[in-house]
């Protein structure tokens, strides 16, 4: 089906676009006078002979301080704004991806969309690990600890990579059963095959930024990596129509263009995170002992596999309902793809401060600081509401516009806007299960963490799905998401008042 509206989308694109660059041009801004203030202190400090060991330790001291001394809602805002650019970076791959493949018609934007649940779950289990290792070296810094920060880092990258690469090899495998499984058309698994073949590779390049980031935000630095992965993104949006639609030499790849696209991408944000953590100290030999490594797996995997599992929860979920919604047609699928990469981009604020949450609390706690870690994420939880709210009435009045960026096909228009209107009304009490859920990973109880998130899913969402479903159709089944969202919402927050180290949720 040919596009239309070719006006609009590439304008409103362009406007995100804008967006995305204002926010990339004022961190480098705010990074320039930084390099200029350390290279003027490095001018004037030529004679000083200390270790790089003591220098590692004097960087990480006035983090530690700002994180344990100076006001919440300063550095909580501090930290989150870089963060949300990282965030931002990593959604834009998403939406461009989405806007481009979405030129060459429905069946590659259905096709685009059954990946995205796959993918995700990638992407879920390194942010978990990486909050493993984010929550362990904050607790470290906190408590003031000796131990080698380099150690842990490595040892966490080198856990993230083997188990990338093996589980990336059983998808390549799968590709073709696993999405017949999901419902997914026979015309639609030639595109999934394209795109995830490429795919597959491209995601062992995204371990180093993604997890190296984790190990940034617990020292409090989210500014240098985010600005990596906000380069990134720039580089894959201007990639990806090149290998999409072909110019010059490069032929046209279609779906698969996009994905080769983002391996570029990840592959020098990789290299740019490599530099950064040696810079930082993060990255630096140290004897080599697999009894030591395994030491610190366990301590990683503590946290980080349960908060694995339970970032990998929210795509199993998105899954299963898109196995729902096939069973209908693929102009429903196709607008629940679209509706879940904009419900990322709508929690972009919500999800930057709940991961510059978790280094803050973890720290806080590890130095004895209990009322005013508790008191950071019920402040937290409070402004998710109200971000979210304002962000849903922009949203609902411009659900058509926003619909035709994506599809010209009419009835994914319309599906894309019955999701607009009713899914992000419950955002605000999403976000607040989306904080108190990494609260508990930094309170060392990612168990619970991993328990709310089931329950949300298998004991509330599903069930109301499948009732919706049956009374409403694909209708049904948004408002379902938006009920289960309010429900589990509300009982995170009694919860999270409840909440103090060493006692069971």
């Not at 990683?300 to 990998?312: F, K, N, T």
């Not at 992000?424 to 709310?452: K, T």
Request: aromatic share 10%; with cysteine; glycine share 8%.
């Amino acid at each position: 089906m040919t596009p239309i509206i070719y006006l609009n989308a590439q304008g409103l694109f362009l406007l995100l676009a804008y967006q995305y660059l204002w926010g990339l041009i004022i961190q480098l801004q705010e990074l320039l006078n930084i390099f200029y203030t350390k290279f003027n202190k490095r001018l004037l400090n030529t004679a000083d002979n200390d270790t790089i060991s003591s220098l590692a330790n004097k960087r990480i001291q006035p983090l530690k301080h700002d994180l344990l001394n100076s006001s919440p809602k300063e550095v909580l805002t501090k930290m989150s704004i870089p963060s949300g650019l990282g965030i931002l970076s990593l959604l834009f791959f998403n939406l461009a991806d989405t806007y481009f493949v979405s030129l060459l018609g429905t069946n590659q934007l259905a096709a685009l969309s059954f990946t995205f649940p796959v993918t995700f779950i990638f992407m879920s289990i390194l942010i978990g690990l990486g909050t493993g290792l984010s929550s362990s070296l904050a607790r470290l810094i906190g408590k003031g600890g000796k131990d080698n920060i380099a150690a842990y880092t490595i040892n966490g990258l080198l856990l993230g990579f083997l188990l990338t690469l093996v589980l990336s090899s059983i998808g390549h495998l799968t590709i073709t059963p696993l999405f017949n499984l999901l419902g997914a058309e026979s015309v639609l698994i030639p595109y999934i095959k394209q795109y995830l073949s490429v795919w597959y590779i491209a995601v062992l390049f995204l371990v180093v930024p993604l997890m190296g980031n984790s190990a940034l935000r617990a020292t409090g630095n989210t500014k240098f990596p985010s600005l990596v992965m906000a380069v990134a993104g720039l580089i894959n949006v201007i990639l990806d129509p090149l290998f999409i639609f072909g110019w010059g030499v490069v032929p046209a790849m279609g779906i698969q263009g996009a994905a080769v696209a983002t391996m570029i991408s990840w592959a020098l944000s990789m290299a740019a995170s490599v530099i950064l953590l040696r810079r930082s100290q993060l990255v630096a030999k140290f004897p080599f002992s697999w009894a030591y490594t395994r030491s610190v797996w366990r301590k990683i995997l503590r946290i980080g596999r349960p908060a694995a599992l339970s970032q990998v929860v929210n795509p199993i979920g998105n899954a299963i309902l898109m196995s729902m919604l096939a069973a209908y047609e693929s102009a429903a699928v196709a607008a629940f793809g679209v509706g879940i990469r904009i419900e990322s981009l709508m929690l972009i604020a919500v999800t930057a401060l709940s991961s510059s949450l978790t280094p803050f609390i973890a720290q806080n706690l590890g130095a004895g600081h209990t009322t005013r870690a508790r008191n950071a994420l019920l402040g937290s939880a409070k402004f998710s509401i109200v971000c979210q709210f304002v962000c849903y009435i922009i949203v609902a009045m411009l659900a058509k516009p926003i619909a035709t960026l994506f599809s010209d096909d009419p009835y994914v228009i319309q599906y894309i806007v019955v999701f607009l209107r009713i899914v992000p009304f419950a955002y605000g009490a999403l976000g607040i299960v989306i904080i108190f859920a990494n609260g508990l990973n930094a309170y060392n109880r990612p168990g619970s963490s991993l328990l709310l998130n089931l329950a949300r899913l298998f004991l509330i969402l599903l069930p109301m799905a499948w009732l919706g479903s049956e009374l409403l159709g694909p209708t049904g089944i948004f408002a379902a998401i938006a009920i289960a969202n309010i429900l589990i919402g509300g009982a995170s927050y009694l919860l999270a008042t409840q909440i103090s180290e060493g006692k069971e949720v």
